[in-house]
């Protein structure tokens, strides 16, 4: 079965960096696009960053576009986000997703079927 699972978060001071892991199982990884969403306290989930199969195309959404860098190594079935620059308004849950397709529709949850359980970023001082 398709198993994503999130690694990386901790607590990080602003303009601080961290980066986040998702290793995933149970599909053909290198086949699909892959995802990052976040969900902060008392709002809706958000689509963060979006990789297509190959790696070579990427898409981010406007509030961390320029921070963040979303990346892959389909040899160890593991996506990445490195997030710089952090804000407190980064604080979330972040997910990793599996796209149903080898591309991605911008950073819609749409275009996803399968999520990972998360890991907490938290930006305090």
């Known amino acids: 079965q398709v198993q994503l699972v999130e690694s990386g978060g901790d607590l990080v001071q602003p303009g601080g960096s961290l980066r986040l892991s998702c290793a995933a199982s149970?599909?053909?990884?290198?086949?699909?696009?892959m995802g990052w969403f976040r969900q902060a306290p008392g709002k809706e989930r958000e689509g963060v960053s979006c990789i297509s199969s190959s790696g070579r195309i990427t898409a981010y959404a406007d509030s961390v576009k320029g921070r963040f860098t979303i990346s892959r190594d389909n040899a160890k079935d593991t996506v990445y986000l490195q997030m710089n620059s952090l804000k407190p308004d980064d604080t979330a849950v972040y997910y990793c997703?599996?796209?149903?397709?080898?591309?991605?529709?911008?950073?819609?949850?749409?275009?996803?079927?399968?999520w990972g359980k998360g890991t907490l970023v938290t930006v305090s001082s």
């Open positions: 997703a599996k796209a149903k397709y080898y591309y991605c529709s911008g950073v819609r949850d749409v275009g996803m079927d399968y």
């Open positions: 149970g599909f053909s990884f290198d086949n699909r696009a």
